[in-house]
């Protein structure tokens, strides 16, 4: 796998891996609070602003990261900064009661299908915050338990508010606008 070695390189990537931990992308820009083999730059995600210049990334995966940061606004306004116009994020934070969000001593915050509807033109609050993303998917994804019931999407969600036994975590993919 190639890793970024200089920061030429780096400025020529418009993918960003933040939180990767040991999972490092090709062709990403990987961060991590740790610097673990492969990590290209070591920042911690509480610290305002962000390594990196106003509208560079296209992409950014944050894959089990949002729950663990202390200002989710803050920390998508950063995000929304270092991003393009019409930029991807995809976001996988667990499901508000389910055992991976409540088994976790780290985690700081717990998730809804609308947690993200925040950050658009639509929410009743959104005057707390510039940043707006469009909301392409929030998909539930089940447990062990909630794959061998067999339930439809919407009647998922009424049994995963009720029973987290059934919901794991929530993919977002939203789509940055500016």
């Not at 030429?8 to 960003?16: F, N, T």
């Not at 717990?110 to 510039?130: A, P």
């Not at 707006?132 to 019931?149: A, Q």
């Amino acid at each position: 796998m190639k890793l970024v070695e200089n920061i030429r390189d780096i400025a020529k990537i418009k993918k960003l891996n933040i939180g990767c931990g040991n999972d490092i992308k090709k062709d990403y820009i990987n961060l991590d609070i740790v610097n673990l083999d492969g990590v290209d730059v070591v920042h911690d995600l509480d610290k305002m602003p962000y390594p990196f210049k106003d509208n560079t990334f296209e992409e950014v995966r944050a894959i089990g990261i949002a729950e663990h940061l202390a200002d989710l606004v803050k920390s998508m306004e950063e995000l929304h900064r270092i991003c393009k116009n019409g930029a991807i994020i995809d976001l996988d934070p667990p499901y508000f009661n389910s055992i991976t969000a409540l088994a976790d001593p780290t985690h700081k915050r717990f998730f809804t299908l609308d947690t993200f509807d925040y950050f658009t033109d639509k929410h009743v609050y959104n005057f707390y915050t510039n940043a707006r993303f469009k909301i392409l998917k929030k998909e539930l994804i089940p447990t062990k338990l909630g794959k061998i019931i067999p339930f439809k999407k919407k009647l998922l969600n009424k049994v995963g508010l009720i029973l987290g036994g059934f919901v794991r975590k929530i993919n977002f993919r939203l789509e940055v606008v500016k």
